[in-house]
């Protein structure tokens, strides 16, 4: 079934305004990399604002769906996105990487809303994934586990030891979310970073894969749709992502090479952003 049009306008104002909110975040605290945020938000976005089942209102709900963070860069853009879907006020994202405050630079599932696990070293979440899905089967829950992966993770071989048992365990309500940027050749990670060889390499230990566009709301809406429709089998999105996305700045700069978020270029990041939301505001009118 294809996404109403206005439904994908509406993803695409959240995901925007939520773009905002990590350049203020990320800016104010002079930390993080933007870059690695910002090529995650419309997947976040689709995810809590369309594909899971939720209550922020109870944030442990027994039948909740879960998401397990992965990449550990990717902190400001999920806090964000549990901001603006009500898990906490949003005034607690000015407040990000300050002593004391309820957001830090590692996840903390003890102290922030709507966070499932701690943020762990690479290679690891998945293995954190698939307890949670084998526990939720063994409750008879209905909820389905999702699980972020950075392509970086994918040289981990923990991530393929979790990858081979979730599969052993059959766990048909867990999905691996793999986004993979495009890699320059030559830096010793592009032939493992490529979606095709990605999904090959999941499929050979027994799962069901898709490669999607990672900036698409209705491709990766219908990816995530898969999840828990066959009962012994995990799935792996493939989602391909522009690090950077959103910012012209950073789209068009190598990954190794990060821009520091000092005033100015905070400045011009939120001018960008502003003018494209006039233009979705033209395009939602017509």
Request: hydrophobic share 40%; charged share 30%.
């Amino acid at each position: 079934m294809r996404m109403d049009q206005n439904r994908i306008l509406e993803l695409k104002k959240t995901a925007l305004e939520v773009r905002k909110d990590v350049v203020r975040m990320i800016g104010l605290s002079r930390a993080s990399n933007l870059g690695f945020s910002l090529s995650v938000v419309d997947i976040l976005t689709v995810l809590y604002f369309y594909s899971l089942s939720l209550n922020p209102e109870d944030p442990k709900w027994p039948k909740r769906d879960r998401l397990i963070l992965g990449k550990s860069d990717a902190a400001p853009a999920l806090y964000a996105v549990l901001a603006r879907k009500g898990f906490f006020d949003r005034e607690e994202l000015w407040s990000y990487r300050k002593l004391g405050a309820m957001l830090q630079g590692t996840l903390d599932a003890r102290r922030t809303p709507g966070v499932e696990a701690p943020g762990i070293g690479p290679g690891l979440a998945l293995g954190i994934a698939n307890g949670v899905a084998a526990a939720c089967r063994a409750d008879y829950s209905p909820a389905r586990v999702f699980c972020f992966i950075g392509d970086d993770e994918l040289l981990e071989g923990s991530i393929w030891e979790s990858v081979q048992t979730a599969s052993t365990l059959r766990l048909g309500n867990l999905a691996a979310i793999v986004e993979v940027h495009d890699r320059e050749p030559g830096d010793g990670k592009g032939d493992i970073g490529l979606p095709k060889t990605a999904a090959q390499r999941f499929e050979a230990f027994g799962w069901k894969t898709i490669v999607c566009d990672g900036h698409s709301a209705e491709s990766l809406a219908e990816a995530f749709s898969l999840c828990g429709r066959e009962k012994d089998t995990p799935l792996a999105v493939i989602a391909k992502t522009r690090w950077g996305k959103g910012i012209s700045s950073l789209e068009n700069r190598n990954m190794k090479a990060p821009i520091a978020p000092n005033r100015e270029r905070v400045e011009n990041a939120l001018l960008e952003l502003e003018k494209e939301g006039k233009r979705l505001a033209e395009e939602m009118e017509e």
